[in-house]
């Protein structure tokens, strides 16, 4: 049997306010496309397959649309609800949409309630004992809300998925007396490397509860979803990360999928699937002049475009000049390197020195964007200070 593992669609996502549903409409054609080429049984998606709770009519319209054409390529699909999901939501028709081939596992009362698929013996061996996959999935659980369901209070991430997981291995200990059994674990969760332990309950990274590796010990195969980066945290616990980058930190991921295949004698490969991303991502820093001038640069024409400028002042109309050879520029920012001709006084200290009205607003200028206003700019706020005078004097 041929599984599938992806995860973290985020369906309705924009990438800095360019919408992508059409990228992701691009990706959903290659998922299938690869289904039916790889001959895939089963698509394991690890949650957060929208980006929120109340995605859009067209966005929704799209998962319809994704999970039709899967099932119809001929694979079952198991569908855990991340953090950006609402389980209810999500999980709403699931008893309907078992019978089409469409499992979700959404409710922390269907943790140990797995999907069994019979593994058929390898060509050469049908004399081989029966064995089964049971595929169980673990939503995002968020410990204030589903502590007491689980029996942990005070819950944290650690205590909740170590019940969910400890769920799990009792379901599979009971199978296990009829035959063999083969296990795969969807999660959305952040997983460390660290191992458990009563002392250290609940590791957190970035404000944000991780959980140890060891959970997972005795599963088959672990799922995860949570992570936007493709790794392997072991051979059998993998994150399978976003189809598509969805920041500009995301510029250097090659984004694919696992493939992974299952048979009576448990996982006996995985290897790499790699989606082709409609518009590359492009990270560039150095001074306007060089960055308009050079060829080195001529690929990221066609890129959205994430640009540092690191001339000593900022160049006026940067933004403007900058699209005119890089269209998609969509993140600009200044990292000056240094007005080395004067000395880096602070704003506090300019303003004391000021002599007059026309002084202090050319040294607000000189402070927020690093250079100083040249004669036409001087000129014009020198006008407009003398309109301001003439309307308080008339007053």
Not at 49 to 70: I, K
Not at 150 to 176: C, Q, Y
Not at 186 to 214: K, Q, W, Y
Not at 279 to 285: M, P
Request: charged share 25%; glycine share 10%.
């Amino acid at each position: 049997m041929r599984l599938l593992h992806t995860s973290d669609w985020h369906l309705g996502r924009s990438f800095h306010g360019v919408g992508m549903l059409e990228a992701q409409r691009d990706f959903v054609d290659q998922l299938v496309s690869a289904v039916a080429e790889n001959k895939v049984n089963v698509v394991l998606i690890a949650g957060d397959v929208y980006d929120r709770a109340l995605p859009g009519v067209d966005v929704v319209g799209l998962l319809d649309e994704a999970l039709v054409r899967l099932t119809s390529a001929g694979a079952h699909v198991v569908l855990t609800s991340g953090n950006h999901d609402s389980a209810i939501r999500l999980g709403f028709a699931s008893r309907l949409l078992e019978r089409g081939g469409v499992h979700l596992r959404t409710r922390v009362a269907d943790l140990d309630k797995p999907i069994i698929l019979p593994l058929e013996p390898a060509a050469g061996k049908q004399g081989a004992d029966s064995a089964v996959l049971a595929i169980y999935g673990i939503p995002w659980l968020e410990p204030r809300l589903v502590g007491e369901q689980l029996g942990v209070e005070p819950a944290s991430h650690f205590e909740v998925t170590r019940a969910a997981t400890n769920r799990i291995r009792t379901d599979l200990a009971e199978r296990s007396k009829a035959g063999a059994v083969h296990s795969v674990v969807l999660a959305h969760t952040f997983a460390s490397g660290g191992i458990s332990s009563d002392s250290e309950r609940d590791l957190s990274i970035g404000g944000v509860g991780a959980v140890p590796l060891d959970l997972f010990d005795g599963f088959s195969y672990t799922a995860l979803g949570h992570l936007h980066g493709r790794q392997s945290l072991s051979p059998g616990v993998r994150y399978s990360g976003s189809p598509l980058a969805y920041s500009f930190s995301e510029a250097k991921h090659t984004k694919g999928s696992w493939l992974i295949d299952v048979g009576p004698d448990g996982v006996n490969g995985v290897s790499e699937l790699t989606w082709e991303p409609p518009r590359k991502l492009a990270v560039l820093r150095g001074e306007i002049a060089e960055l308009l001038e050079s060829a080195e640069h001529a690929w990221a024409e066609g890129a959205y475009c994430q640009i540092t400028l690191t001339d000593p002042h900022r160049p006026q109309q940067a933004m403007e000049r900058l699209r005119a050879r890089f269209p998609d520029t969509l993140v600009l920012g200044f990292d000056t390197q240094g007005g080395a001709t004067r000395a880096a006084a602070s704003y506090s200290s300019r303003l004391a020195e000021a002599q007059d009205d026309l002084s202090v607003c050319c040294g607000f200028l000189d402070h927020v964007r690093g250079r100083e206003a040249d004669e036409a700019e001087r000129a014009a706020l020198a006008v407009a200070m003398d309109n301001v005078r003439l309307r308080e004097a008339s007053l």
